[in-house]
């Protein structure tokens, strides 16, 4: 079976799903094809289902300037998911608290928030304890109700499925790629049905994939690199989320009865993109919990492994949190996504990026568009 396609994304998590409703919508013809037999069965899910809105962002990277911009996209991206979504908002009347251990980082973090335009209230040792009882807040200085929420990203993903399908995207789940030539690509789904699809532009979304899909499909090893982390599901801890702001310590977000918590600046570089967990860096995370919550029973508790993926220039250095838009080969993008909430603005980029390559004819140019200037480059970052 052969099809044709304006834009064919490789990958069915957030990016991918995003990706499919925006440029559907824009009237290009879009098809969608993932690997597993669930869309979003990798790092999309693999998370604690926190909507940042720049709180944590603006005072965890080191670089300010990179802070603020991160936390700004946050904040685009938080506006966005919540009015996109807002079914998919957890407890929406409960306000996190963040907490700043490191004294000496509270009028650094302060100032970047006012700068970014993250909204906080500072709150009392006292009131902190009404609204968390159960929690130590002992050597805590700073204590601040902020805007973040829980997301329920399965409603996210359901709509975002639903509204691509809607606007004509065509997805092919549980299929393999056999072979990419050109603009060709050809699969083979669980029943062994062979299709080759062709596109003006091959888009992969894949995220931990694409690393793998050019050095075997194209011979390219593509600067990505994946890093591991851990969470811990328990039962729910508290009414409100609890996240600490200082490298080392725990971030909570709950979810019905539910806890997800993870551990800040937990992340290891590491070769392959395996969810295996690593029983020390587990362990870790549990004693930043109960260095929330002392009285913790973590017998009924789950720990999880999850992977995320940066592309960068440097390859010994930090982890990077900045949106990414490569096209290493004409008529083949990569797209990565920083952060769950940066999608909304990553997917922005690309549909104004894949609407200048695949223009509509039927749209009047502005003079803008006619002005002659050199070609730019089709790879870069989104600094």
């Given at each position: ?53 720049g709180?944590?962002?603006?005072s965890s ?20 998911l ?20 490191d ?13 970014a ?9 006292a ?17 601040f ?11 996210l ?9 809607k ?23 669980q ?37 591991k982390?851990h969470l ?41 993109p ?37 592309y ?51 749209i ?7 002005f ?5 480059s089709?790879?870069?970052e989104?600094a």
């Amino acid at each position: 079976m052969d099809l044709s396609y304006d834009v064919l994304l490789i990958g069915g998590g957030i990016t991918g799903l995003m990706a499919a409703q925006k440029l559907s919508d824009l009237g290009l013809r879009v098809a969608l094809i993932e690997k597993q037999t669930t869309l979003a069965s990798g790092p999309s899910t693999r998370n604690e289902g926190w909507l940042h809105r720049g709180t944590y962002h603006a005072s965890s990277i080191r670089d300010r300037t990179a802070a603020i911009q991160v936390a700004r996209r946050c904040i685009y991206g938080h506006k966005q998911l919540r009015r996109f979504s807002p079914e998919a908002v957890e407890d929406a009347d409960v306000l996190p608290l963040a907490l700043v251990r490191d004294k000496d980082r509270l009028s650094e973090v302060i100032s970047r928030w006012d700068e970014a335009n993250v909204r906080y209230r500072p709150i009392s040792r006292a009131e902190a304890e009404r609204i968390v009882p159960d929690a130590s807040f002992k050597k805590v200085p700073g204590i601040f109700e902020v805007a973040d929420v829980s997301f329920n990203t399965r409603i996210l993903y359901r709509k975002l499925f639903a509204l691509a399908q809607k606007s004509g995207c065509k997805f092919y789940l549980g299929s393999e790629i056999e072979v990419i030539d050109g603009q060709s690509v050809v699969t083979r789904d669980q029943t062994g049905e062979r299709t080759t699809f062709t596109a003006s532009k091959v888009v992969y979304s894949s995220g931990i994939g694409a690393k793998e899909i050019f050095r075997k499909r194209h011979g390219i090893d593509l600067p990505i690199r994946y890093w591991k982390s851990h969470l811990v599901v328990t039962k729910r801890l508290a009414h409100a989320g609890v996240f600490f702001l200082d490298p080392h310590e725990a971030a909570m977000m709950h979810h019905g009865d539910v806890s997800i918590i993870g551990f800040n600046e937990d992340a290891l570089l590491c070769a392959e993109p395996t969810y295996d967990v690593i029983a020390e860096r587990a362990e870790n995370l549990r004693r930043g919990i109960r260095r929330i919550f002392p009285s913790w029973d973590d017998r009924d508790s789950l720990n999880v492994a999850c992977v995320k993926v940066d592309y960068v220039t440097d390859l010994a250095g930090a982890r990077s949190l900045n949106i990414a838009i490569s096209e290493p080969i004409p008529g083949h993008v990569v797209v990565l996504p920083g952060k769950m909430t940066e999608a909304p603005y990553l997917t922005d980029v690309l549909a104004s990026y894949i609407h200048d390559r695949l223009d509509n004819p039927d749209i009047a140019l502005r003079p803008c568009d006619e002005f002659p200037i050199l070609e730019a480059s089709t790879t870069r970052e989104v600094a």
